[in-house]
């Protein structure tokens, strides 16, 4: 989906220059029917989030989407997965078994992935009532907060599925149940951004409409979405890879590194989180200096890769 704006505008990824060039001969009627359209569309968009009706608890600050980017970068190991089980991506099975508002599902669509299971639902109950949909891979960025990194370790262990995990950095020392050999990893070229949909953290929401005297410096300091939402400040964090039972991590890292796995440009594949260097990031500040010209540069370059992947 792209709004009537984008579809209208040139410089736009989802400019429509058939519409553009009938807009003016239009009749006022179905003009009026498009906008009208466009208008509910939009609304659609902004009330997709919604925390208060989530059947689970949740932290607030748990209400991030991965960026669209991530998962450009993780297609290739997807593939390789596929490959692996003699299937194309559109007969690949996915499963994010943790619900926010629903990017997954969308994001991975567009890239080809048609069979992705992302629902609003209690990942834990699942497990308990022996729910847990048909699958050929895991894949997600779970929660950060509380134990939920333990917990999906624990179900890992007994899933039998290759498992692609987008984490922080950290996290290889937040659960003892985590053991370094069993992933390897792939690091991006640069750090992410993570996306808050509108409603996702109403309370935070609402306490900025009552500070209307920030509001126009809180507007220039933030990167806003209608598709995707509100964007956080990125930080390091990279994904954790089992391929077993499909291969061996071992395999698989020589595979990439030998070039049968065709990754994205800039993106790496390690056997041992150690080898990851800071210098891996594009968006690293070296040693906290920077000058403007660079930083708006990267803005630019981000907010362009952003409107490119979903036409918005």
């Known amino acids: 989906w792209a709004s009537l704006a984008d579809r209208l505008n040139p410089n736009r990824a ?22 009208s359209e466009d208008r509910k569309a939009i609304r659609a968009w902004k009330n997709r989030g919604n925390a208060s009706t989530l059947p689970f608890d949740a932290d607030p600050d748990d209400h991030c989407e991965t960026s669209p980017m991530a998962y450009t970068h993780i297609a290739p190991v997807l593939d ?7 299937k194309d991506r559109s007969e690949l099975e996915i499963y994010d078994p943790y619900y926010c508002a629903g990017g997954t599902v969308r994001h991975l669509n567009k890239l080809g992935y048609p069979n992705v299971y992302n629902k609003c639902e209690d990942f834990y109950e699942v497990i308990s009532k022996k729910r847990v ?29 290759p498992a692609l995990l987008l984490l922080p950095e950290h996290f290889s020392s937040k659960s003892p149940r985590y053991r370094p050999d069993e992933f ?5 070229p640069e750090r992410y951004h993570y996306w808050t949909p509108d409603g996702m953290r109403p309370e935070q929401e609402k306490d900025e409409e ?13 990167h806003r979405n209608l598709v995707l939402g509100t964007r956080n400040s990125p930080f390091v964090s990279h994904w954790f890879i089992n391929m077993e039972p499909v291969m061996t991590n071992e395999s698989f890292v020589a595979a990439a590194n030998g070039g049968k796995v065709q990754l994205v440009e800039g993106c790496r594949v390690h056997e041992k989180q150690e080898s990851i260097l800071p210098t ?15 930083k708006k540069k990267r803005r630019r370059k981000s907010k362009k890769q952003t409107n490119d992947l979903t036409g918005y």
């Open 14 to 35: 989802a400019f429509d220059p058939q519409l553009k060039a009938s807009w003016k001969t239009m009749s006022k009627s179905e003009r009026k029917r498009i906008i």
């Open 80 to 86: 390789c997965i596929a490959e692996r089980l003699g």
């Open 133 to 161: 949909p048909t699958h050929d891979v895991l894949l997600t960025n779970p929660p950060y907060s509380g134990d939920h990194f333990d917990k999906l370790l624990k179900f890992l262990k007994t899933n039998g599925k």
């Open 184 to 188: 390897c990893f792939l690091s991006p």
């Open 210 to 222: 009552v500070l209307k005297k920030e509001k126009k410096k809180r507007k220039k300091q933030q």
């Open 280 to 294: 891996n990031f594009k968006g690293e500040i070296q040693n906290n200096e920077e000058n403007g010209q660079k």
